[in-house]
């Protein structure tokens, strides 16, 4: 059982488009992440929410919009996509209690914007 | 800020053999967990090992073992009878207690060699 899924696994799309990637988890979590990881291979969490509530966000453009309808789904909207936002997009989850709440990765969505 | 770094961008052994991976961060934190993710080619994030800051006892995980210095804030990746498949890229991870942000450092490209 796939536990933290993503679609598209690929995105290929030009300049000033927008597109969306959906991200959801099935184990129950009550916290999921984006994580932007460049062509340098460099890992950056984007947002984070926690029980649908927005309590990471990062440095992003205003052009990047997440949005959790329940706690198993995180979206990620992207308008007027430009050639710096290519990269790899990871979805993340975790269960905010516990101790160590380890974060389970989805397997991305490599984004190229043309 | 916390920070993470990896001081080896790419290293390559044979078969069989040990390899240390380093990672250092840096944190006025005392309590906090450090972590290290394997990515492979196909580019799946997937946890290899997990550290405690309150446990003196370095972490095992079958042939992944940590060297976890904490006054020194170095949390060295053992890889004993390394396999073709442990080639991958490796990432340190920091994350303070109760937080939920994620840091990575710019990760180890290492290859077996057969």
């Known amino acids: 059982d796939t536990a933290v899924s993503q679609t598209p696994k690929y995105l290929v799309t030009q300049m000033g488009n927008d597109k969306s990637i959906k991200c959801e988890q099935n184990l129950g979590h009550d916290t999921m992440y984006w994580y932007k990881q460049d062509s340098k291979k460099f890992l950056k969490i984007m947002f984070s929410?926690?029980?649908?509530?927005?309590?990471i966000n990062e440095t992003v453009p205003n052009r990047f919009s997440p949005k959790s309808p329940d706690k198993a789904h995180l979206n990620l909207h992207i308008n007027s996509l430009e050639l710096g936002d290519s990269a790899v997009y990871f979805c993340a989850s975790s269960q905010h209690t516990g101790q160590a709440y380890e974060q389970y990765f989805g397997p991305g969505t490599r984004l190229t914007v043309t | 800020a916390q920070t993470v770094t990896q001081s080896q961008p790419e290293m390559s052994v044979q078969e069989a053999e040990t390899v240390t991976l380093s990672c250092t961060y840096d944190t006025s934190e005392s309590n906090y967990y450090l972590f290290w993710y394997k990515q492979p080619p196909s580019r799946q994030m997937i946890l290899v090992i997990r550290?405690?800051?309150?446990?003196?006892q370095n972490a095992t995980e079958n042939r992944f073992s940590v060297n976890f210095q904490k006054a020194a804030k170095s949390f060295s990746l053992k890889i004993s009878d390394s396999q073709l498949g442990d080639t991958a890229m490796y990432f340190c991870?920091?994350?303070?207690?109760?937080?939920?942000?994620?840091?990575f450092g710019q990760g180890t490209r290492l290859t077996i060699n057969p």
């Open positions: 550290q405690e800051a309150y446990k003196q």
């Open positions: 929410y926690n029980n649908k509530e927005l309590i």
């Open positions: 991870a920091f994350r303070i207690q109760g937080a939920q942000k994620l840091v």
